[in-house]
């Protein structure tokens, strides 16, 4: 056989044939393709507030993608302090004695927002470690700014 008809016999095989494994991780442009159609702001939830106003809420982890951080280090951060709790929540179904501290934390589009904003200004927007002895303005900038877009919320 010559190698022109073995070329032509295998052609219509895609990279995958009989007894062969699978390739175990995506190529480079499936990879890019699914990061520019997911962004922080890709799933929201709409609730209805007690001023019935409908209201776009995120959860930590889109806190997370926005800053361009872990979910587990923000986690930390809230629990050290370093950024204020989430204002929101929502109720889990093992949460049947109403604890407030309980549930999954959300996030108002503002509050991400503004938080991106003030991450950017400083420099420490998809960067690596903080050092929150040098950054303790931030902490103090978005305590306040939250406080104000939930006061504002709330009318």
């Given amino acids: ?7 032509e016999m295998f052609s219509a095989v895609d990279e995958y044939y009989p007894g062969s494994k699978k390739k175990r991780r995506d190529t480079e442009q499936e990879v890019q393709k699914v990061k520019e159609t997911k962004t922080w702001d ?6 209805t507030m007690p001023n019935g106003v409908d209201m776009e809420l995120f959860t930590l982890g889109s806190l997370a993608d926005a800053l361009g951080r872990p979910v587990i280090t923000v986690r930390d951060w809230v629990r050290k302090g370093y950024l204020p709790t989430a204002p ?15 549930g999954r934390r959300l996030y108002s589009r503002a509050m991400i927002e503004s938080a ?8 420490l927007l998809n960067g690596s470690r903080v050092e929150w002895s040098d950054h303790g303005q931030v902490t103090q900038d978005v305590a306040t700014i939250w406080n104000n ?5 709330a009318k």
Avoid at 42 to 47: L, T, V, W
Avoid at 116 to 123: L, M
């Fill in 88 to 102: 929101y929540r929502l109720p889990t179904v093992s949460n049947k004695n109403g604890d407030p501290h309980q």
């Fill in 42 to 47: 890709s799933r929201p939830y709409i609730k």
């Fill in 116 to 123: 991106v904003e003030i991450f950017g200004q400083v420099g």
């Fill in 1 to 7: 056989m010559s190698e022109d008809l073995i070329d």
């Fill in 149 to 153: 877009i939930r006061i504002e919320e």
